[in-house]
Structure formats: C-alpha cells, structure tokens
C-alpha cells in the first residue's frame, strides 16, 4: 500500500485509525516494520528505507506500507526510475542513460524494457487520469513513439493533479497512482 514520504503523518494517520485497509476498508493498525533495505537515490546516494507495517482489524490482512518515492522491488527511487523514462522517451538508449543517472547499464535495460512492456496499459490509465481530473485539458500530443506518448500523458495527469489537488513530486505521484507498480504486473483496464 503506497503512502505520502512523511513517516511521522503516515505514523499519526496509523495510530490515529486514519489508514483504511485496501482489502476490505477495514481500520489499519500498526503492525511493526518491513525489513529494512537501502534505496539508491540521483547521483547513487543511498538511504535506509525500513517501510511501516500494517495489520486491518477486520480482515486481518497485513500490509507494508511504502512511502510514495519508492516502486515496489526496485532498489532505486522512483524519481531516479523516472528520469530513465523521460531519457528514453527522448529517443535515450539504455547505456547513455546508465552512464548520465549513474546507474548499472543492466538495471536501466531492465527497467525500459519492463516499462515499454506495459506502456500501452499505462497510456490509458493515464489517460483515463488526465480527463477525469481535467476534463478541459488540453489535447494530448501524439509521438513517435508510445513509450514517448506515456511519458507525455504522465507529465500531463501529474500536472492537472497539481492543479487540482496540490503540487506533489511527479514521479511520486506516478509511483501512488500506480500502487507503486509502474515496472510491475501490467494494469488491468
């Protein structure tokens, strides 16, 4: 379950039977912590992430909360996952990108090729996102490429949130539309 970066709101939203479970909208009760593990940020600085676990009181379903700038398996933070994509949407090849992120060439091919697998699915969520937010936002260019064309609409659903719900960082908001799955399972839809 994604939640906002600032643990101790998360932690008052927990405590203060503010979280619903995802599974039944049961109340989440804090449930001690995910196993810790670092998290590569731009320019390959690392921070400790320990993730918040949760347990519903009524379904009894556990659930690790992770915070918005992180994706779920990923070793890199979202916002470093998301400058690759706006790399390849520039036409980017994966060793370029590897080497302007600092990042191992072998996890940047993974990531575009995990993402250009899902590209489609994602354009109409984003889509999707974009007109129900902004139902009088502009049209949306059409690029060469589709990996080109989700990265516009992305830009374009981030920003009518903004607009509408308060300036949030956009991989971020990628990262909590999606669940934290940009790179996982494709999206139904």
Request: hydrophobic content about 45%; some cysteine.
């Amino acid at each position: 379950m994604m939640v906002d970066t600032d643990s101790v709101e998360v932690e008052r939203l927990l405590t203060g039977d503010q979280l619903g479970c995802p599974v039944c909208s049961g109340v989440l009760a804090p449930w001690g912590h995910g196993r810790a593990r670092q998290i590569r940020g731009p320019g390959g600085l690392t921070s400790w992430l320990q993730p918040r676990r949760s347990r519903c009181g009524d379904c009894r379903a556990t659930h690790v909360l992770l915070p918005m700038s992180v994706l779920v398996r990923r070793a890199d933070c979202v916002d470093v996952i998301g400058a690759a994509l706006g790399l390849m949407a520039t036409g980017a090849g994966h060793r370029k990108i590897g080497t302007v992120l600092d990042v191992a060439v072998g996890t940047v091919r993974g990531w575009l090729r995990r993402f250009a697998s899902r590209a489609a699915s994602w354009r109409v969520v984003f889509t999707d996102l974009v007109v129900s937010l902004d139902p009088m936002s502009a049209p949306i260019r059409v690029h060469q490429s589709l990996v080109a064309d989700v990265v516009e609409v992305i830009g374009l659903a981030a920003a009518a949130a903004a607009r509408r719900f308060g300036r949030k960082p956009p991989w971020q908001f990628v990262s909590g539309v999606s669940g934290g799955l940009l790179l996982g399972p494709v999206p139904a839809g």
